[in-house]
C-alpha cells in the first residue's frame, strides 16, 4: 500500500534491522524500542488489523512471533516477553504488527490494562452468548 511505512520496509524501500522472514512474514527490531529488543513481527502484505487478516495469515504471523521469541530472550537476557497487537485503537501503524517486548523484572512497564471490578454475571454471559452466536 501506497505511504505505508511497513510495505516500505518489506519493499525493501526502507531499512529495518530485519532479524527473521519467510514467505508471509517479516521481524524488525523497533526504531523507538521501549524496551532492548522490541520487536515488531508484521505480515509482508497489507492488512490494516485483525479484522482484515486471514486466518492462516495470522498464524504463519504468530509462528514467526514464537520462533523469534527464545533467540530474542536470550539475545538481551530478557526475564520474559510480552506480545502485543492493537486493532484501531493504540494502533499507530494500519499495517497489522504483533510488538513482541523483551521483559525484565526490573523496567518499570506498566501493564496494558489496569484491572477494574468484579464483572456482572449477568453482562458476562449476555455477552458469552452473543459472541456465540455471532460465531455460528
Ligand atoms: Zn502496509
New binding site residues.
Partial sequence: ?ED????KI?SKEIAANVIYEDTNTIAFLDLNPRNPGHTLVITKQ?YATIFEIPEEIIADVYRTVKKISKPLKETVNADGMNTVQSNIVSQG???FHTHVIPRFWDDNMPIVWESHHAADRVELMAIAEKVKRLLG
Fill in positions: 500500500m505505508c511505512i511497513f510495505c518489506v497489507h501503524v494500519h499495517h
